[in-house]
């Protein structure tokens, strides 16, 4: 049987460090998506997303694509099965506007999970230090978007774990646990 985690969450809860914590430690495929946001530093290119631009982003066929802080944001079937070849446990990191597609949509296996921080100056200082300390770091939470996925929309809330990521040795517990009672073990 094919498995899908999906996680989301706020800009800067540590969804990425989540999914590389998944891959690294317990064998999960990362599901790679497209985006015409420019590359941050430490990113590479058909990897950690596919960087397109506005042209080459329409050029794909997607199952679900978003506008997220001004730029688009897109997953495919595609590439869902090209992380299915390598692992029945995948791992996508979507925003809660797509996390509501999949769920709707996809027929398959379906897990989700709900970063969250519980103290706002936490968040920022996390954001500030991953982006180099600038001002877009503030001014991407304040994107619609951003507030919108500060807090778990009504439709998912029966569908989502919430994962506090104050302390990362109470996130490894927690991880452990949820992958037992979700069957990753069975
Ligand atoms: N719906 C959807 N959201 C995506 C996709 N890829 C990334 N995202 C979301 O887009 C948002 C912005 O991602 P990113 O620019 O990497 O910023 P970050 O959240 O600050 O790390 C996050 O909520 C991601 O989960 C996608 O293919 N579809
Ligand atoms: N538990 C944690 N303790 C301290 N720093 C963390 C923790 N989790 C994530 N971070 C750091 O916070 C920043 C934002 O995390 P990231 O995974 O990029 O968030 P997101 O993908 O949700 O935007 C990164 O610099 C990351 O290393």
Known sequence: MRHLLIICGASGAGKTTIQNYLINKHGFERVITHTTRPKRADEV??????????????????????KYDHYFYGSSREGLERAWEKSAWAVIVLDTAGALTYRKELKESLMCWYIYV????????????????????????SSSEARRDMDVPDQLKDFCVRIRNDNWEKVEEKIAKTLIEEGYYN
């Not at 960087?51 to 050029?59: A, I, P, V």
């Not at 706002?120 to 503030?138: F, Q």
């Open 118 to 141: 519980s103290d706002s100056e936490t968040l920022v200082r996390r954001l500030k230090d991953r982006d180099g300390g600038c001002n877009a770091a503030t001014q991407r939470l």
């Open 45 to 66: 290119d058909g990897s950690d997303y596919y960087f397109e631009t506005e042209t080459s982003f329409f050029k794909n066929d997607y199952f679900e694509y978003v």
